[in-house]
């Protein structure tokens, strides 16, 4: 049975929209939140597509120590929040920790949880018992069907829906790839399921001290998971991406994300038209 994960006003499933789920890596200073939003507004407004947009108030995971984290929980929660009111879109963002949960629940509308903690009972749990919305990122060493168990945890805890989220998996060191019949198979669980576009061409720890990656290959990924029929796409845009404070060497320009996505949304449309023909033949 396929379920749909409810967000805000927004309702995540393969009969609806493609959703976009887009923002910086990490919350930076507020023009540059609003610089993404202005734009994602225009564009999913003129698609007709609902959009969620996504800020993390730490990164914990950062390759160096000296490596920029964010604003932090109070701070970063107050900005979400601006976001949430003056563009009147949902948010999402990363929760690292527990006790971390609740505090986040009460301004965001659908818990992310990172991939390397995805396999986290009590992270879970806590996000479950929420009752809010919850994304959990696929760890890049699992398997599509192990997902069932970090997914089976979620919605016991009292998780108010799911999406499970594709990045890549490893493949020896500084590689990632993605298995497009691992997708399908993870769709098979019956969660929505998103594509993480930008961090699927991360090459980790491939740089000097951080992260490289291939972002001259996002466009080809987000068609192809387009076409295999994902609910969501997500990736993280910056209007200066050599100057973003994380992931710098796959975020996408504002001008590179808006025809990555306008192209998405016209191949799921496809994807959608030939699921129903087949239906009605």
């Keep these: 049975m ?3 994960c409810p967000v805000g006003p927004i309702t995540i499933g393969p009969e609806y929209e493609l959703t976009i789920i887009a923002g910086p890596c990490v919350l930076e200073e507020d023009a540059i939140q609003h610089a993404i ?3 994602m507004q225009r564009v999913c407004a003129d698609l007709g597509v609902p959009w969620i947009f996504k800020g993390s108030f730490d990164k914990a995971n950062r390759t160096s120590l000296t490596s920029p984290r964010g604003p932090g929980l109070n701070q970063g929660l107050q900005r979400l929040a601006s976001i949430r ?6 948010v999402t963002t990363d929760v690292h920790e527990p006790d971390q949960a609740a505090a986040v629940a009460e301004v965001v509308d659908l818990l992310q949880v990172p991939a390397f903690l995805c396999r986290q009972t009590d992270l879970l749990a806590a996000c479950g018992k929420t009752g809010k919305p ?5 760890g ?23 999406m499970l989220t594709e990045r890549g998996t490893f493949f020896g060191y500084h590689r990632l790839v993605n298995d497009f019949i691992g997708l399908g198979d993870l769709a098979d669980l019956g969660w929505p399921v998103c594509f993480d576009v930008t961090h699927s061409t991360q090459l980790p720890g491939g740089g000097s001290g951080r992260s490289g990656g291939r972002p001259d290959r996002a466009g080809l990924l987000a068609r192809a998971a387009a076409a295999a ?5 997500f990736l993280e845009i910056h209007p200066n991406p050599e100057a973003a404070a994380s992931d710098a060497s796959t975020v996408q320009s504002l ?27």
């Design 134 to 138: 919850m994304n959990i990122k696929k």
């Design 37 to 39: 939003c202005e734009r």
């Design 229 to 233: 029929g994902v609910d969501a796409l």
């Design 2 to 4: 396929s379920h749909t």
């Design 140 to 162: 890049q060493f699992l398997s599509p069907s192990e997902m069932s168990y970090a997914a089976d945890k979620a919605m016991q805890a009292g998780a108010g829906g799911l």
């Design 255 to 281: 001008d590179a994300a808006e025809a990555l996505i306008r192209e998405a949304v016209t191949i799921r449309r496809a994807w959608r038209s030939c699921c129903d023909g087949a239906m009605t033949s």
């Design 85 to 90: 009111d003056q563009y009147e879109v949902p």
